[in-house]
Nanobody, 117 residues
Framework: QVQLVESGGALVQPGGSLRLSCIAS????????LGWYRQAPGKERELVAS???????IYADSVKGRFTFSRDTARNTLYLQMNSLKPDDTAVYYC???????????WGQGTQVTVST
């Protein structure tokens, strides 16, 4: 059974930093595309960063140079280090794992990040 559990969301001031974590179970990192998505109020869910073994890591233009996506295979954990946070980064952040074959997409429950004074 696949399970993704995010944590680390919080209220932070503009310019601050947060690190999100996603503990994964039932997933082989090497056979999945791993990702962080976010959804702001009234907006569609959007890709923040994704990682595969063959293509490396890609980032949304809005977070390039500020966010870093990493993984610890031994701990089955994904991380999203977020620096220089802006109010526009306010959203619920979701961990995602996609298996190509047989197709399967798994989501975590989300963690709230609020950037505000």
């Amino acid at each position: 059974q696949v399970q993704l559990v995010e944590s680390g969301g919080a209220l932070v001031q503009p310019g601050g930093s947060l690190r999100l974590s996603c503990i994964a179970s039932g997933i082989n990192f090497s056979t999945h595309t791993l990702g962080w998505y976010r959804q702001a109020p009234g907006k569609e869910r959007e890709l923040v960063a994704s990682m595969t073994g063959s293509t490396g890591t890609i980032y949304a233009d809005s977070v390039k140079g500020r966010f870093t996506f990493s993984r610890d295979t031994a701990r089955n954990t994904l991380y999203l280090q977020m620096n220089s946070l802006k109010p526009d980064d306010t959203a619920v952040y979701y961990c995602n794992a996609q298996r190509m074959w047989p197709p399967r997409t798994s989501w975590g429950q989300g963690t709230q990040v609020t950037v505000s004074t």
